[in-house]
């Protein structure tokens, strides 16, 4: 459907700006959310660093778009946390604008065996009502998974972009940070990333998620074994986050 195309010989895609080097180690607190992640994540030091700075990028980069989204899309179940996270940052720079706080949606993405519920589930089945929406995933191995969403979103209308914590190619029909349509010309779909590398793959099955995904249907189902507490730590952690990125980042007189 759409060719491999926006990237160099090396499989670097062109990406929006990130951040300055350095910026993010003098403005924000990286030791109290490092510690906040390794405790309610299980994350190893690595990579609780990794995720900070990676997030801090992908929110760095989307800065100027971020009070336009009035709606977050998740890529259930394992980008429940950066979604939440997403969700936050958005919500806090839609706060100091004195603009309503974003609806949140989720839907399951990332399976072949599923396409064809996905597709209903988008087009019939979930209120997708919004000026523009951000479907927000972990990790983005080439793209292929999460085209059942992108596409129908498309067909549905919604006005939409696409923010991926880590990725390990570009998706295939993405160039210079803009999804193209068949004919190869641009359409108005941005596709932001925080890192080309496998950062996001972190989040993949941790309980603090709180659902696991059903491989044939779009829904998920509570993770039974999990418990509310670890949730709730999980959810806190990501929040704070979010708070002090943005706070540092972006809403900064100095950003």
């Not at 993010?24 to 992640?37: E, P, T």
């Not at 760095?60 to 394992?78: F, T």
């Not at 839907?107 to 087009?123: A, F, L, P, S, W």
């Not at 998974?145 to 979103?153: K, M, R």
């Amino acid at each position: 459907m759409f060719e491999r195309i926006g990237q160099d010989e090396g499989g670097k895609q062109e990406e929006h700006a990130g951040l300055p080097e350095g910026m993010i180690d003098y403005r924000v607190d990286i030791d109290s959310l490092k510690n906040a992640l390794m405790d309610s994540l299980a994350f190893s030091e690595r990579e609780a660093r990794e995720v900070i700075y990676t997030m801090a990028n992908l929110v760095y980069k989307m800065r100027e778009r971020l009070p336009m989204y009035d709606m977050v899309i998740g890529d259930d179940a394992s980008a429940r946390l950066v979604t939440r996270f997403m969700r936050t940052c958005i919500n806090d720079v839609r706060t100091a604008q004195a603009l309503p706080r974003v609806k949140t949606r989720f839907v399951c993405g990332g399976n072949v065996e599923n396409v064809d519920e996905v597709h209903t589930y988008i087009k019939n089945d979930i209120d997708l009502t919004c000026s523009r929406a951000l479907f927000v995933t972990e990790y983005i191995l080439t793209g292929g998974g999460i085209q059942a969403v992108v596409d129908t979103l498309q067909q549905r209308g919604v006005a939409f972009d696409v923010a991926a914590l880590s990725m390990k190619f570009a998706p295939y029909h993405v160039q210079n940070g803009v999804y193209l349509a068949e004919d190869g010309s641009d359409t108005d779909i941005h596709f932001y990333f925080g890192a080309q590398r496998d950062v996001g793959i972190v989040f993949y099955g941790n309980a603090a998620n709180g659902v696991v995904k059903n491989l044939y249907t779009p829904h998920v189902q509570r993770d039974k074994f999990t418990y509310n507490e670890k949730m709730e730590r999980g959810r806190k952690a990501m929040d704070m986050c979010a708070h002090e990125i943005v706070r540092k980042l972006v809403l900064s007189d100095d950003t």
